[in-house]
């Protein structure tokens, strides 16, 4: 595996990102900067972590959808290569056109950061293969804008194309509004692009790899990560 | 000097906060009349805020030497050795008055402007931590400021990107017009890369970095040294506003050119923006500053030498530089897309000269414009000592489980869940201990090492008793950390109080210094950096003494730590420390009973050392699995909140001691711990105990899903966990004509 980070100026998760990566893969990803235009020789998992790039003044990640790099990951996702797009980085994801909809304001107006359970929908992907499908995982939000929209027709597709790769759930796995914290569109926390090579989600599975500090969910999902680049 | 700036007036010297034998002390300084420019200059320079007039007096009697401080107060931040080449930085600084005028940008600001003297410092920040006090949650006003204050808070920490790992949240109806936000935090820094304000070398380039300067907070600091009447909520255009994503660039920008070797001094602009920082950096050096400030990055046309001065504009930084690095600095800060200016130099002059339009603004000697501000003995009354209460006198109008769910309940015992889910309390990863429990911890680097941290004090003892009061935070802040397994090592302290031209005021400051130095030296705990905020009264009411402690402690060992959560079911319960019931000025006695009466509880502090140590070898020792300091509501409220935490009941047995039963569950005596352990280790806990005397006494059992009492209906976790999370979701999202 040979993974970059994007690093857009007032992104902050950048470091965690890039340590669970080294921990997982035991390789050192390569910190990409904004304004570059091309991604490192041999990349083959491009992640966009999270933060608040721009400070979300405007739209979130709108303007770092805009930055010199994302035309390089564009063309990486466009030949296949995997994405990685997480919190602000699946704003970003959706900015950027990698990924549709759009995720706004929390239901109830406010930045939440807890442990929420998640139920995993498919587990053939490169991004969930070591999970089952219908597990339940509990990993961290810390976001203000993760409520999922897109048009009616939008939803409907990626529902009838199974691209709905994270919900929140309740514990047992049952949909529960009480437990769709920031009011998403059929408790969508990720989705995946039509071929399967970027994956945006809202939670940070990356908080969530260190039994030092807590549960390890997460860590299946760069082990998967991990399996589907070594075997290829 | 400009003709064009206003002819200085006995009304605008007042309207600068000068007194008038201030204002003659500054002629004299300088023999003859300042300009408009230099007004404002010592007016910055002067107030209260940035003078420590009233408290620089007492402030002298606190220890802040140990061998492990490498830095003590008068810098930035102050900075102690965690060993392995690394140091701690840590300061906590109040932004009281700018929240309750607009507590968004009030309380975003203040975290941005203590994150700034942590990493001005060239530590990279860690955690963040804040005290916040609010009035009666029936205040009309309450609901808003906490709303905002707390948003304030998130909004600039978790867009930064440090988290915020701990803190706490109080009422009372004294703080209904002034409100207390302190926030608190902690950097890590390789111990012999801390870099300083002092300047050193003459005609060195003086360069301004960071955002440009606007019109916004002029007079902040001289705002904040004043008491609020009704007028006050028009002084909104004084109030900043804060630009974490600027403060992030700042951040990485600082710490690169930091590490590149191109800094020789750098201080941050906090209150009196461009003034305090240029004078500070000159005067520590003993070297003078020649400002032009044709060349400071402003955000508007047209302002004037005067509002350039006295802005306090965030995200701001002066530094002096290597002269032969400039070009590589300054191409640093572009990459980071920030302002980089050389606006002055060094020189030999002692003098602080500030130029603009070929104009000579001010010339002012640098070192007495800080070494001759006015310093006050202010006469102070001694506080009256109230009666200690009789447990015996005091009535429990309810059952003992009533009363528990009534406190647990309370504002300020109830669960803050609504407060910490909007702090990113988990980004870097190193979050071992979440906000919650007795103290926060917060692994360094890759382990083994950890810190903890916490902010404690009980303003309802420091009213009642200053010096007690004074004593009890720090203790209380020893024993959190003590709690965790931490050995406690230094604090920082912000010191809240009301207008020190009154008499009893300036006692309560003095007697609670005195407190706080006592039990500093008793419990081997420096002060290394603080903030004294005054003038927190309005219409001639002050709020409760606030004195408080921020303390850092060091885990060797991660792995040795403790919380507070039950571990296992038939555990054995254990209450370390002596009971008498101490009911004066409890919570107990204010909630169940509606009366604030009495003495607070006496703080022993060899006691609370021997205590401690104790405690902390119980966990080093691998015997603790679960520890709680005991503080508001005592050892019920402390035993409902482990019970809380694991979901794991508890049978508890008659006391067996001469003291009325409520007063031994709800009593807030001090130096107290309860702690769980495998009974398998209770001979060997007891005999530990007996040879060193420490009382030690057996509670009963943990296990199942309820507390059960003796002679009370049993109590339910799960309903006790309903009451405890539901007041602050509810008081929140209650309207606010309720």
């Known amino acids: ?232 | 000097m400009s003709p064009n700036e206003p002819k200085i007036t006995p009304a605008l010297v007042a309207e600068h906060g000068l007194k008038p034998d201030e204002y003659e002390r500054f002629r004299n300084l300088i023999g003859r009349d300042p300009s408009f420019t230099e007004l404002g200059i010592v007016s910055a320079m002067w107030n209260e805020h940035c003078s420590y007039k009233s408290s620089k007096v007492h402030l002298r009697g606190l220890p802040t030497k140990a061998p492990w401080v490498i830095q003590g107060p008068g810098e930035n931040a102050g900075v102690i050795d965690i060993g392995d080449g690394l140091a701690c930085v840590f300061k906590m600084e109040s932004h009281n008055h700018p929240s309750f005028i607009e507590p968004y940008q009030g309380a975003a600001t203040g975290v941005g402007g203590i994150l700034r003297d942590v990493f001005t410092m060239g530590a990279r920040p860690i955690a963040c931590l804040n005290s916040l006090r609010f009035g009666d949650p029936k205040h009309p006003k309450t609901r808003a400021l906490v709303s905002g204050v707390v948003a304030g808070i998130g909004g600039y920490g978790n867009s930064f990107g440090v988290p915020t790992v701990g803190g706490s949240t109080g009422f009372h109806p004294r703080y209904d017009s002034n409100i207390l936000v302190n926030a608190m935090a902690v950097g890590l820094a390789e111990k012999d890369k801390i870099f300083y304000a002092k300047a050193t070398g003459v005609g060195r380039p003086v360069v301004y970095l960071g955002s440009k300067t606007g019109r916004d907070g002029i007079h902040g600091a001289t705002m904040a040294s004043a008491e609020f009447d009704d007028a006050s909520s028009e002084k909104r255009p004084t109030v900043q506003v804060g630009d974490p994503f600027a403060e992030k660039l700042l951040l990485e920008a600082s710490l690169e050119i930091m590490h590149a070797g191109c800094v020789v001094a750098i201080q941050d602009m906090g209150a009196a923006g461009l003034t305090c920082s240029a004078v500070e950096m000159g005067a520590k050096g003993d070297l003078g500053i020649t400002l032009d400030l044709d060349a400071i990055p402003t955000r508007e046309a047209a302002m004037t030498p005067y509002e350039m001065m006295l802005s306090e504009s965030q995200e701001r930084m002066l530094m002096v530089l290597k002269p032969e690095k400039e070009k590589e600095a300054e191409a640093i800060f572009r990459k980071w897309g920030l302002d980089f200016a050389i606006v002055g130099k060094t020189t030999t002059s002692s003098r602080f000269i500030v130029r603009y339009q070929g104009d000579v603004m001010a010339d002012l000697p640098i070192k007495e414009l800080g070494d001759q501000a006015p310093e006050y003995n202010r006469p102070f009354a001694d506080p009256k000592k109230l009666p200690v209460l009789d447990p015996a006198t005091i009535p429990c109008p309810v059952s003992i489980g009533a009363a528990l769910e009534k406190l647990i309940g309370s504002p300020d015992l109830c669960s803050k869940r609504w407060v910490w889910e909007q702090y990113d309390y988990i980004i870097l990863n190193n979050t071992l201990q979440r906000p919650g429990g007795d103290a926060a911890v917060v692994r360094i680097e890759d382990g083994p090492k950890a810190l903890a941290m916490t902010t404690d004090v009980t303003p309802r003892y420091c009213e009642a008793d200053p010096f007690e009061g004074g004593k009890q935070a720090v203790a209380e802040a020893w024993r959190n950390l003590t709690a965790v397994g931490a050995l406690p090592l230094a604090i920082t302290d912000n010191l809240n109080f009301g207008n020190p031209e009154r008499p009893e005021i300036m006692g309560q400051f003095v007697y609670c210094v005195r407190g706080i130095s006592e039990a500093c030296k008793a419990l081997d705990f420096p002060v290394v950096s603080g903030n004294v905020s005054l003038y927190n009264e309005t219409n001639g009411r002050a709020i409760l003494p606030t004195p408080t402690i921020g303390g850092v402690g060091l885990l060797n060992d991660l792995s040795r730590s403790s919380s507070l959560s039950f571990k296992a079911e038939g555990e054995v319960i254990l209450l370390v420390g002596d009971t008498k019931g101490w009911l004066g000025q409890s919570i107990f006695l204010r909630t169940i009973l509606g009366r604030e009466e009495g003495a607070p509880p006496p703080v022993d502090l060899a006691i609370e050392k021997r205590n401690g140590d104790f405690v902390r070898a119980l966990i080093q020792g691998g015997q603790a699995t679960a520890v709680h300091d005991l503080s508001d509501g005592g050892l019920l409220v402390a035993l409902a909140e482990m019970a809380l935490a694991s979901n794991i009941g508890a049978v508890l047995h008659d006391p067996l001691i001469e003291v009325p039963t409520h007063a031994f569950w709800f009593g807030e005596d001090q130096a107290r711990y309860v702690i769980t352990a495998n009974s398998a280790e209770l001979p060997k806990i007891e005999a530990a105990a007996a040879r060193i005397r420490v009382p030690l006494q057996r509670l009963g059992t943990t296990g199942g899903h309820q507390l059960t009492l003796p002679g009370e209906n049993p109590i339910l976790v799960s309903s006790l966990q309903m009451i405890h999370e539901g007041w602050f979701p509810a008081y929140m999202e209650a309207s606010p004509n309720a």
């Open chain 1, 1 to 232: 595996m040979k993974a970059a980070v994007l690093v857009f100026p007032g992104i902050n998760r950048e470091r965690d990102m890039a340590r669970t990566l080294k921990l997982v893969s035991g390789k050192e990803p390569a910190m990409v900067w904004h304004a570059d235009s091309e991604l490192p020789k041999g990349i083959d998992l491009v992640v966009i972590p999270g933060g608040f790039s721009y400070g979300d003044y405007l739209r979130c990640g709108a303007i770092a959808a805009r930055a010199p790099i994302m035309n390089a990951v564009r063309s990486h996702a466009a030949k296949g290569g995997l994405v990685l797009a997480v919190c602000n980085g699946f704003q970003i994801a959706c900015e950027a056109g990698l990924l549709p909809g759009v995720l706004m304001r929390n239901a109830r107006l406010r930045f939440l950061c807890k442990e929420v359970y998640l139920r995993i929908e498919r587990s053939d992907t490169p991004f969930t293969r070591r999970y089952n499908a219908g597990d339940v995982i509990r990993v961290p939000i810390a976001h203000g804008e993760g409520n999922y929209i897109a048009d009616v027709e939008t939803i409907a597709r990626l529902e009838g194309e199974n691209r709905v790769a994270l919900r929140y759930t309740a514990p047992d796995g049952k949909l529960n509004p009480a437990f769709n914290y920031n009011g998403a569109t059929n408790a969508i926390a990720g989705i995946l692009s039509e071929r399967l090579n970027v994956l945006g989600l809202m939670p940070h599975p990356e908080n969530h790899v260190d039994p030092i500090v807590g549960p390890t969910d997460g860590r299946r999902l760069f082990e998967s990560l991990v399996e589907t680049l070594e075997a290829a």
